[in-house]
């Protein structure tokens, strides 16, 4: 194994880990603002899950960054043998840029989330607002994903 496969595996357990720990923490933020709503309003579960769960999606980029750099890594094997040290470091940048956005993102969702839960627990109306509001940061993650795909397609088509 060479150092370009040593930094693209690093860069793909950074993309898979990060994303995935801005998930639990943002989930977990969700989780235990819906368990304060529900002592005062328990009938809005449904909404409270909804907005719990909306974190959840930036591990799931995290992974399907996975498979497509995975698959990139496999396709350059097949053809040329090894990486070069370009597509090592590319890879790693790309893992690393969508690690931290996914890391970041989740948790800012998890809090945006979150005051909306205590918002409708108080008995205000803001699910919808809440939703919009909290796929803000989500945005971001999936500009990192493109990203990833886009640098992912350049290393085996150019």
Same mark, same amino acid.
């Given at each position: ?16 880990? *990060? ?54 890594? *496999? ?27 996914? *890391? ?55």
């Amino acid at each position: 194994m060479n150092t370009a496969m040593i930094l693209a595996y690093t860069g793909i357990g950074l993309m898979i880990g *990060l994303s995935g720990i801005g998930s639990a923490i943002g989930v977990s933020i969700g989780g235990r603002a819906t368990l304060g709503a529900l002592k005062k309003n328990e009938d809005a579960f449904g909404s409270y899950m909804l907005l719990s769960a909306l974190p959840g999606t930036q591990g799931l980029y995290g992974f399907a960054g996975f498979f497509i750099v995975n698959n990139a890594i *496999l396709a350059i094997i097949k053809e040329t043998g090894s990486l070069n040290a370009f597509q090592g470091s590319s890879i790693f940048a790309a893992g690393l840029a969508l690690g931290l956005v996914g *890391l970041m993102s989740g948790i800012k969702q998890g809090e945006v989330s979150a005051q909306g839960i205590e918002g409708i627990g108080s008995g205000y109306d803001v699910f919808g607002k809440t939703m919009v509001l909290a796929v803000f940061p989500e945005l971001y993650a999936i500009v990192a994903f493109a990203a990833t795909f886009l640098i992912s397609a350049g290393l085996t088509n150019g």
